[in-house]
């Protein structure tokens, strides 16, 4: 089985290391994967997230002059669902943006005396706002 970079090959999972693990894939040829290429989250030991014996799917990243063949898991996976910004609808009316500034500043003096009295009120249940010993 003759493999290129960017081919998509199962195979085994044949040695577990510090750095890394060896897939077996094809009557005889064998890849790394290296640490930082087995998943998207933080890998501190190869052995949390793959077993000796255990079947993967991984990715051809590269293949040296010496026919060492360089591979990745997380990238032969699906892309995972990003946490992209909500999209906006500019066209929407917004009732700030329809306000003033005057009725803006008039709306922001009146929250913040509301919560500087619900503040006062709070410490004044508590003992006229005095630390008690």
Do not use: C
């Not at 094809?26 to 793959?50: A, C, M, Q, R």
């Amino acid at each position: 089985m003759s493999v290129k970079v960017n081919d998509i090959v199962e195979g085994i999972v044949t040695g577990i290391t510090n750095f890394g693990a060896f897939i077996q894939f094809g009557e005889d040829e064998s890849g790394l994967v290296h640490i930082s290429e087995i998943s998207d989250d933080y890998v501190e030991k190869t052995s949390d997230f793959l077993k000796k014996g255990q079947k993967v799917k991984a990715k051809v990243v590269n293949i040296d002059k010496d026919g060492k063949i360089g591979l990745s898991i997380k990238q032969a996976q699906p892309p995972k669902a990003t946490n992209k910004p909500m999209d906006i609808n500019w066209l929407k009316k917004d009732s700030q943006k329809d306000l003033s500034f005057e009725d803006k500043m008039a709306k922001f003096l009146k929250e913040s005396n509301e919560k500087i009295e619900s503040v006062r009120q709070r410490n004044n249940s508590r003992g006229n706002g005095k630390w008690r010993k």
